[in-house]
T-cell receptor, first 115, second 111 residues
């Protein structure tokens, strides 16, 4: 049973436009959500996160929105740049900050930003 | 400050061979994790260590063992490799906040 779902395997956008990556979750115990970015042949790198007590978190060109009632979060990248082309993973945790904290990952979305 | 390092970067094994993947972090993090990434499957947790001296199973532990050697090092062992263990393996670490930091990965092929 997949608790974190990224239903779009891939997304293609033009440079300068907005990229919107979506993520849905089923576990109502999740209280912390993260986005990771992964380039080929490298490890995932942390991008941005949001606690369940917030509905929006912004960091430069990246904004994450959380809709708890819909169990949905999205990552907005504005403006998109060719260097943003990568696989983006959505991840979630329950009982954040605890010693046995674990992340559950989605399957990832490949973003391609065309010049 | 190298962050999380993993060795080797690449490895080819024959079915039935054993090997140990090494992971070390220099960030003084308490928790460490081993994941595998397979095409179309995302990242799946194999084992984790919440603190030095403790280890626990994750989502896909079968066929693996781990050792938390000290606070810095967390190794993953395949006792008898199988083709189904062909994957990219990532080690990660975390301090108190919720963000995990990942190593560069080990690409393992089992023939």
């Amino acid at each position: 049973d997949q608790q974190v779902k990224q239903n779009s395997p891939s997304l293609s956008v033009q440079e300068g436009r907005i990229s919107i990556l979506n993520c849905d979750y089923t576990n109502s115990m999740f209280d912390y959500f993260l986005w990771y970015k992964k380039y080929p042949a490298e490890g995932p790198t942390f991008l941005i996160s949001i606690s369940s007590i917030k509905d929006k978190n912004e960091d430069g060109r990246f904004t994450v929105f959380l809709n708890k009632s819909a169990k949905h979060l999205s990552l907005h990248i504005v403006p998109s740049q060719p260097g943003d082309s990568a696989v983006y993973f959505c991840a979630a945790s329950a009982g954040s900050g605890g010693s046995n904290y674990k992340l559950t990952f989605g399957k990832g979305t490949l973003l391609t930003v065309n010049p | 400050n190298a962050g999380v390092t993993q060795t080797p970067k690449f490895q080819v094994l024959k079915t039935g061979q054993s090997m140990t993947l090494q992971c070390a972090q220099d960030m003084n993090h308490n928790s460490m994790y081993w994941y595998r990434q397979d095409p179309g499957m995302g990242l799946r947790l194999i084992y984790y260590s919440a603190s030095e001296g403790t280890t626990d199973k994750g989502e896909v532990p079968n066929g693996y063992n781990v050792s938390r050697l000290n606070k810095r090092e967390f190794s993953l062992r395949l006792e008898s490799a199988a083709p189904s263990q062909t994957s990219v393996y990532f080690c990660a670490s975390r301090v108190a906040a919720d963000t995990q930091y990942f190593g560069p990965g080990t690409r393992l092929t089992v023939l």
